[in-house]
């Protein structure tokens, strides 16, 4: 059973076998992850993976302009830097944590030697892999075809299955640049989703109620 600051409150690295787990264990380093804090930014050499316990943190995807749109995020079901074990050593996007706990970290040659091994953990990963390419498939179709109101539903829902309570500490400029829109339509939908009773919102946090 999971305890207080256990790697294994990490649902990937719950799943490995206790073989996998036992060579992984003595490297997995626990980091704090602050709000609005950059993991990984765009183009940049990735050294480490993360494996969030309590912490979520958004994949962007970053324009020539500067601006960015959130295409997934990953919390205690997943990791970031699949890139270092697809064959990659960077990222297209920036990974920007999105509510604030701890995570643990992994030099990325480790983690390569372990995929390579071509056993459970290989397979556990592309499982993985295969879960997060449909989940960005589903926000670019959100993104596309729904209004503000609903895109900020499912950014709510999401979050909400990566956090052990119902509570949210972000600004609204912060859900502004996950969702690529302007801050003035998130308070306009914000404030629609607390009038209809579904969330309580003040101050950058929020309560889901409904």
Not at 29 to 53: K, N, W
Not at 61 to 69: A, H, I, N, R
Not at 108 to 114: I, P, T, W, Y
Request: charged residues 20%.
């Amino acid at each position: 059973m999971a305890q207080p600051h256990d790697p294994r409150q990490n649902q990937l690295l719950a799943a490995i076998t206790p073989e996998e787990y036992e060579r992984l264990a003595p490297s997995l380093e626990r980091v704090d992850l602050i709000l609005g804090a950059s993991i990984v930014e765009d183009g940049q050499s990735m050294r480490h993976v993360y494996f969030p316990t309590d912490s979520i943190v958004s994949l962007l995807y970053v324009m020539e302009d500067g601006g960015s749109t959130e295409i997934a995020v990953v919390g205690n079901e997943g990791i970031v830097g699949i890139s270092l074990f697809m064959g990659g050593e960077t990222t297209p996007g920036r990974a920007i944590v999105q509510s604030a706990g701890t995570a643990y970290r992994l030099k990325g040659n480790l983690l390569k030697d372990e995929f390579h091994g071509a056993g459970h953990f290989q397979r556990l990963m592309l499982r993985y892999t295969q879960s997060l390419i449909t989940q960005m498939a589903q926000t670019a179709v959100c993104n596309r075809h729904h209004t503000l109101d609903q895109q900020l539903c499912r950014w709510l829902l999401l979050s909400l299955d990566r956090l052990p309570t119902n509570e949210l500490f972000m600004t609204q400029e912060l859900i502004a640049n996950m969702l690529g829109v302007r801050r003035e339509g998130v308070t306009e939908s914000a404030g629609k989703l607390q009038r209809a009773g579904l969330i309580s919102y003040h101050r950058g946090r929020i309560v889901i109620l409904d």
